[in-house]
C-alpha cells in the first residue's frame, strides 16, 4: 500500500515568519493530495489539497507544491499567525479513496 | 448542513464490554469511512463504505471490531469485546464521488477510553 512520510515532525516559527512540510510517497498512482489541520482536541479539517494534473496551488497564505517524477508534495504557510499553530497532515490518495496520511507535523508560532 | 455527526463525543468503559460508536454522514454523501487516530500510530483507515457497501474492510484490526451501515444515514462501529489498546479517537468522515476524488469531511470523533 501506500506509504507517506512527513517531515519535519515539530516546526517551530516566529510569527510573520513561513513555516514549510514536506512529504513523500511510495505509490506514483497516487493522484490526489490533501493537507489536514488538526487544532487540539478537534477534528482534522482540509485547508488545502492538490491533485496530480496541478503543479502548485495557493489559497491566500497558504500553498502546497507537488513534485510526481520525485514523489514528494510540500505545504507552505507565509505570515504566520498564532492561530496557525497546530498539527498538520499530509495525506495521499493511491486507490479508490483510500487516504495514507503522514504521522503529522506539529507547527507552534510563537509571538 | 450539520457536517458529519457521530456519537457519543466521549465513552468510558471496561475491559471486555460492548462497545458501540455511531456515525451519520453529511445528506447526500455516499462514501463513509472509520479512522482510528492514536499518538502511536496516527490516522488509520479502518474500513470504508460506497453506497452502504463496505468496499474495503482491511484496515480493521481484528475480528473484534465490525461496522455496518444499515441506511445511507447511519453507520455503526461496534468492538466486541473491548480491550484498554482500544483506546483512541475514532473519526467517522464522509465524502462524495464526483468527476474525481473529492473531499472527506470529519465528524468531531468519539474519545473512547477502556478501562
Known amino acids: 500500500g501506500e506509504n507517506v512520510e512527513q517531515h519535519p515532525s515539530t516546526l517551530s516559527v516566529q510569527e510573520g515568519d513561513s513555516a514549510v512540510i514536506k512529504c513523500t510517497y511510495s505509490?506514483?498512482?497516487?493522484?490526489?493530495f490533501p493537507w489536514y489541520k488538526q487544532e487540539l482536541g478537534k477534528r482534522p479539517q482540509l485547508i488545502i489539497d492538490?491533485?496530480?494534473?496541478?503543479g502548485e496551488k495557493k489559497d491566500q497564505r497558504i500553498a502546497v507544491t507537488l513534485n510526481k517524477t520525485a514523489k514528494h508534495f510540500s505545504l507552505h504557510i507565509t505570515e504566520t499567525q498564532p492561530e496557525d499553530s497546530a498539527v498538520y497532515f499530509c495525506?495521499?490518495?493511491?486507490?479508490?479513496?483510500?487516504?495514507?496520511f503522514g504521522a503529522g507535523t506539529t507547527v507552534t508560532v510563537r509571538a | 448542513d450539520a457536517g458529519v455527526i457521530q456519537s457519543p463525543r466521549h465513552e468510558v468503559t471496561e475491559m471486555g464490554q460492548e462497545v458501540t460508536l455511531r456515525c451519520k454522514p453529511i445528506?447526500?454523501?455516499?462514501?463513509l469511512f472509520w479512522y482510528r487516530q492514536t499518538m502511536m500510530r496516527g490516522l488509520e483507515l479502518l474500513i470504508y463504505?460506497?453506497?452502504?457497501?463496505?468496499?474495503?474492510d482491511s484496515g480493521m484490526p481484528e475480528d473484534r471490531f465490525s461496522a455496518k451501515m444499515p441506511n445511507a444515514s447511519f453507520s455503526t462501529l461496534k468492538i466486541q469485546p473491548s480491550e484498554p489498546r482500544d483506546s483512541a479517537v475514532y473519526f467517522c468522515?464522509?465524502?462524495?464521488?464526483?468527476?474525481?476524488?473529492?473531499?472527506?469531511?470529519f465528524g468531531p470523533g468519539t474519545r473512547l477510553t477502556v478501562l
Open positions: 445528506s447526500g454523501h455516499d462514501y
Open positions: 463504505f460506497n453506497n452502504n457497501v463496505p468496499i474495503d
Open positions: 495525506a495521499a490518495s493511491w486507490r479508490d479513496y483510500k487516504l495514507s
Open positions: 505509490d506514483s498512482a497516487s493522484n490526489y
Open positions: 468522515a464522509s465524502s462524495l464521488f464526483g468527476q474525481t476524488i473529492d473531499t472527506q469531511y
Open positions: 492538490i491533485r496530480s494534473n496541478v
